[in-house]
């Protein structure tokens, strides 16, 4: 039986238990977890700050403080969370604490070819609020949801789902990041972001290119963004040449798909699905 839309207080009291505890004991900012939480976002920060509005919706953020450096890019961020004990973090942090955290972060913007923080965090508007059931009564370019999306029942995607889809802009762009999930449960979740009306320009190519890769043995890529960029692993054997000549035909998979949809960049909103496997 399908479980209601609405998560039960139970496990959103037992979130809460478990984000506060985290937060006690200081975990967002050791280095490792600040690094990967900032590297998965940063991705999209050019895209996003090459929009006329610069405006982005972090539904679900959990210990992440991406938001607070999208705001510092002079980008408006919405930052919407079910831990009050997560929205309270970053509305603290929004102070100069932020500030202060800035210098630990100079290797890893270098890393992503981006100058030092230009603005503090001023247009950062952290929200207790469940993402299921309503969105920021605003018009996003760019939505992020990092692993929250794959936890909800059917019933609770294709509503959150519908809510991210009316909170786009024509031409924005939703990221939805999972982990773990089967073939088939990958079918299932974009059919269902398909179904509600967004466009997947790269849905074809990406779901030939893992059937490829998996008949060689390959480890699943990470696609990010709306430009062609994965991270790959390759064989050091006689199935070397087979693996770029796959990557080769991928790209050019990818460019055809992106010459085929750059006359509807306006006229439509888009989603791409990250998935990460973990070992």
Known sequence: MEQEHTQSPTSQEEWETQVALLLKK???????VLSYHLQRALHYLPWLLQQSEKRVWFAGYGLSLAPLLFASYGCSVWATEISPSAVRMLARLQTPRWTRLVPQLTALLKASDLPPPPHPPLMLYPQHQDFCLQAPEEEFDLLLNFRAFQCLSSNQQREAA???FDALRLGGLAIFEAHNLSPTERLQLENLLEDIGFVM??????????????????????????TFSTEETYPQDAEQERSLKLREDYTKRIREAQKSTSGTQ?????????????V
């Open 201 to 226: 320009p790269f849905n074809q190519a990406e779901r030939w290119y893992q059937e490829e890769r998996q008949k060689i043995g390959e480890a699943v890529s990470i696609f990010r963004g709306m």
């Open 266 to 278: 306006r006229r439509a909103r888009f989603a791409r699905v990250i998935y990460l496997r973990e």
């Open 162 to 164: 519908q809510i991210f």
């Open 26 to 32: 200081k975990e967002h900012l050791r280095p490792e």
